[in-house]
């Protein structure tokens, strides 16, 4: 098996790698949830090698996230469920669609804001088209919280769903109310680990975020951009124990936890 620019190699790499009996033992045990959060890290590795400016980084970080859509394509096709092929169909389909100024005969010239506004109108008649259809397939109650995206960040979710509940007085008047459901949150948390249930544990600690964008939401903060905020706090801060430690001839795995959380709080304190 040799590296190929054909697309039809790398169908036929993960059809090898998921092969009972001399595929890969990992790769044939995963599912669709399994594999979803890679494709989420994977869609973030590529935003952050454009943010960098790193064309090198980008031609990798794009392969990686095309293995996730011929991963769950391959799966999908062993269901009988559809194929990578038809996922091409459809995103092609999709594109000539909202594009008629560029593959219909169309008289005059389009602006971009007239190419928008068209985009938007072709869009939502196929989400009604979309919404037509599952009603046919069931009579389903239509909620609140129907108009969420689901395929969003989990932070953004849960902000835009608690922002909609808001909107008929499920929600609290007061910033402390939801502290007070944070510090009640993590009480249950620790009963948790008393019990030793890691679903349970799991389960928890989803509320505690939840609760945790919901204080953010309150006092007007922004949960992805505070959190992206402390991730670029602690590498500085982490960064100052490290540059100490090699001054000092000394490394990481031979500084205790004291004297890290010492130069940890020097490094706060610069700060």
């Known amino acids: 098996m040799t590296p190929s620019r054909d697309i039809s190699r790398l169908l036929e790499i993960m059809a090898m790698l998921r092969t009972p009996g001399s595929g890969c033992p990992w790769d044939m045990e995963q599912n669709f949830a399994t594999i979803a959060p890679y494709t989420i890290e994977e869609a973030y590795e590529v935003a952050d090698a454009i943010a960098r400016g790193d064309l ?3 031609r990798d970080e794009l392969g990686d996230l095309l293995l996730q859509v011929v991963f ?6 062993e269901q009988n469920a559809f194929s990578f092929g038809d996922v091409v169909e459809a995103i092609t389909r999709k594109m000539i669609r909202r594009h008629p100024h560029v593959f219909a005969d169309q008289d005059g010239l389009l602006t971009p804001s ?7 109108r072709i869009k939502a008649e196929e989400k009604a088209e979309r919404a037509a259809e599952r009603l046919a397939a069931e009579a389903s ?8 995206k689901a395929g969003q960040p989990a932070l953004a979710q849960a902000m835009e769903l608690q922002r909609k509940a808001s909107t008929v007085g499920f929600d609290w008047n007061d910033p402390r109310a939801v502290l007070h459901k944070i510090r009640e949150e993590a009480d249950e948390i620790e009963q948790a680990l008393d019990r030793g249930d890691s679903q349970e544990l799991r389960e928890e600690t989803g509320d505690l975020l939840f609760a945790l964008v919901n204080l953010a939401r309150h006092i007007g903060a922004d949960p992805e951009m505070a959190l992206r905020g402390t991730n ?10 490290e540059r100490e430690l090699q001054s000092q001839g ?5 500084a205790s936890l004291a004297e890290m959380d010492a130069l940890w709080n020097e490094a706060k304190e610069k700060e």
């Open 232 to 241: 670029a706090k602690f590498e500085r801060r982490f960064g100052y124990i």
């Open 56 to 58: 090198h980084d980008l």
């Open 114 to 120: 007239d190419v928008k506004g068209a985009w938007e």
């Open 141 to 148: 109650h239509k909620s609140l919280l129907s108009s969420v």
């Open 72 to 77: 769950h394509a391959r799966m999908a096709e």
């Open 250 to 254: 000394r490394s990481l795995e031979g």
